[in-house]
């Protein structure tokens, strides 16, 4: 079975802190994601990764970075943390397509609160 | 671009009734669709997916879901349902030239009354 870890399940941040959310998978995949989850809205990628040292904005970066320096750690960073970004945390992965479905795996998420 | 569209929020149900959670989704392009579960606490699984082929698809738990081209549909049914069915449902969509990049709904809640 696919093991997707997150570091935290729950974290407390104060407003302007810098945040790390850490992301580990066991199955040699190459693909990545960060989804953030909010009530109403359903999940929305902030960055996803296709590689080591590679990534790609999805349709909410603004206010995160990524890091990959592992094929099987993806990172993501609030370098100022927001009350706007208090919100689940979602990291998934998947094997390389190559024009194929492969399956998402998802950990099981981390809640931030930003005070 | 795809998008996805979960028509409702919350689903109350008695406990061994029928239930039914719609999707409706909009692409230009073939796509695959899906549909995950989170229950509480949780992340999300795969609970079926539309891939090609038949256009009734059976997962797990006793739940099934319709492809429906001319519709552009793909509605979650489950003939009767159980107590440990209460969860959020996520309907979900992918190109076949971006299959890695997942589009999902606004999630519907369903809640089993006993």
């Known amino acids: 079975d696919v093991k997707v870890t997150q570091s935290s399940r729950y974290l407390v941040k104060r407003t302007g802190e810098k945040v790390f959310l850490e992301c580990v998978q066991d199955m040699d995949h190459e693909n990545m994601f960060w989804y953030r989850q909010d009530p109403g809205l359903g999940l929305r990628l902030i960055y996803f990764s296709y590689d080591v040292k590679m990534k790609e904005k999805g349709d909410i970066p603004e206010g995160y970075s990524v890091s990959r320096e592992k094929k099987e750690r993806f990172s993501l960073i609030l370098e100022s943390a927001s009350t706007n970004q208090t919100s689940m945390y979602l990291c998934?992965?998947?094997?390389?397509?190559?024009?194929?479905?492969?399956?998402?795996?998802f950990g099981p998420g981390t809640r931030l609160t930003v005070l | 671009a795809q998008s996805v569209t979960q028509l409702d929020s919350q689903v109350p149900v008695f406990e061994e009734a029928p239930v039914e959670l719609r999707c409706n989704y909009s692409s230009s392009v073939s796509v695959y669709l899906f549909w995950y579960v989170q229950y509480p606490n949780q992340g999300l699984q795969l609970l079926l997916k539309?891939?090609?082929?038949?256009?009734l698809v059976k997962g797990i738990n006793g739940f099934e879901a319709e492809f429906n081209k001319s519709q552009t549909s793909f509605h979650l049914r489950k003939p009767s349902v159980h107590i440990s069915d209460t969860a959020e449902y996520f309907c979900a969509v992918s190109s076949y030239s971006s299959a890695s990049k997942i589009i999902f709904g606004s999630g519907t809640r369903l809640s089993i009354r006993p």
């Open positions: 539309y891939l090609s082929g038949s256009t």
């Open positions: 998934a992965t998947t094997g390389a397509s190559g024009g194929n479905y492969n399956e998402q795996f």
